[in-house]
């Protein structure tokens, strides 16, 4: 028996930019679609301040981690390649050995994950506006996408997130 929450949120995309502020919702920003529920990791370490008190007083906060896991993505994988991670998209070449015609997706030394904005929206279940959550600036921590039949793979996308030039990190946006 499955049960509907008011804050459900279905129909969910993800899009990407590499420019500050321009992650919105265009199909030039649309890097895939996706299933089951985001989560965000927001830790910080703290330090307990007592001074001459038995009990804590004050709480210092520093070494703050930021994370978040979008479960189930689904997407063309050579975007991971060049969009995520700096690699190449080569649209004619030849297979390796041989003289047939191939298209290459090739990640090097020099590759490492891009930087940038990130987008989640989807409709709410319950009135069936728009639902957003905004990462102002994140990089994509590990991919490991299955080598499958088709252009297309899933998998979790699990991002490190930072503060941005204004210092924001992240933000959920609801539709009035």
Request: proline content about 3%.
């Amino acid at each position: 028996m499955s049960a509907e929450t008011p804050y459900g949120i279905e129909q969910m995309q993800l899009y990407f930019s590499t420019t500050a502020g321009a992650a919105t919702p265009a199909s030039a920003n649309l890097v895939g679609e996706f299933r089951g529920e985001p989560s965000i990791s927001d830790v910080s370490a703290t330090a307990v301040w007592r001074g001459q008190d038995r009990v804590g007083k004050n709480a210092i906060f520093h070494d703050r981690e930021v994370s978040m896991t979008v479960p189930g993505f689904s997407f063309d994988s050579s975007v991971v390649m060049t969009k995520f991670l700096n690699g190449t998209q080569t649209a004619a070449t030849t297979l390796h050995g041989g003289s047939a015609a191939a298209r290459s997706d090739k990640l090097t030394v020099n590759s490492n994950p891009l930087t940038g904005e990130w987008l989640i929206e989807g409709l709410n279940t319950e009135d069936g506006k728009k639902f957003q959550v905004l990462v102002h600036n994140a990089f994509i921590t590990s991919v490991n996408p299955t080598l499958g039949r088709t252009d297309f793979a899933v998998l979790d996308v699990n991002l490190t997130l930072l503060a941005d030039a204004a210092n924001d990190v992240w933000e959920i946006l609801h539709e009035s």
